[in-house]
C-alpha cells in the first residue's frame, strides 16, 4: 500500500491533509498555554505509510478514567466547573492562537498530570499534597 492511498484514505474519512495537521499541531511546540500539551516531534514509518506524533509521557488518568473511577457519586460541581473552564481556556488557545479546532473534544484527551512539562491555572491537589494538572492532548 503506498503512502498516496493511506494518506488519500485519511484526507477523505477525516477532511483533513495529515501532514498538514502535524505541521499545525508543530506551532504548539513553543512554550504556550499551559494547559495544552506540546508535541516533542513527529516523523514517518519507514514504509513511508504511517505518520507519527510524539508527545511527553504524562503521568496521570484521563478524566474519563477519573469519573468512573467516583462511580454514582460522580464529581462535585466545583471540581467539574475547574475541569471544563481549563480545557475551555485551553480549547479557545488553541482556536485563537493557532487556528488548531482540536477534532476529538472528549474526556479521554485531557490528562491529568504532575510534574513540570505542564502548568495549569488551577491545579488540583491529590492526597499526599501532590498537585495535578489537567492538560489537552
Not at 13 to 20: F, N, R
Not at 23 to 29: M, P, S, Y
Not at 56 to 69: A, H, M, N, T, V
Not at 76 to 103: F, N, P, Q, T, W
Amino acid at each position: 500500500e503506498s503512502n498516496l492511498s493511506v494518506l488519500g484514505r485519511y484526507r477523505h474519512v477525516y477532511g483533513e491533509d495529515p501532514v498538514a495537521e502535524v505541521a499545525a499541531l508543530l506551532q504548539l511546540q513553543q512554550p504556550g498555554h499551559p494547559g495544552v500539551i506540546r508535541p516533542l516531534a513527529h516523523f514517518t514509518g519507514a514504509d513511508n505509510t504511517s505518520l507519527w506524533l510524539v508527545l511527553p509521557l504524562l503521568s496521570g488518568e484521563d478524566l474519563y478514567e477519573r469519573i468512573k473511577s467516583r462511580g454514582s457519586r460522580g464529581v462535585e460541581e466545583d471540581e467539574a466547573r475547574a475541569y471544563v473552564r481549563g480545557m475551555c481556556e485551553a480549547l479557545l488557545y488553541m482556536k485563537r492562537r493557532h487556528g488548531i479546532r482540536h477534532g476529538d473534544v472528549s474526556p479521554e484527551n485531557f490528562v491529568f498530570h504532575r510534574g513540570e512539562q505542564q502548568e495549569q491555572q488551577q491545579p488540583h491537589e491529590q492526597e499526599g499534597g501532590e498537585e495535578e494538572r489537567l492538560v489537552a492532548l
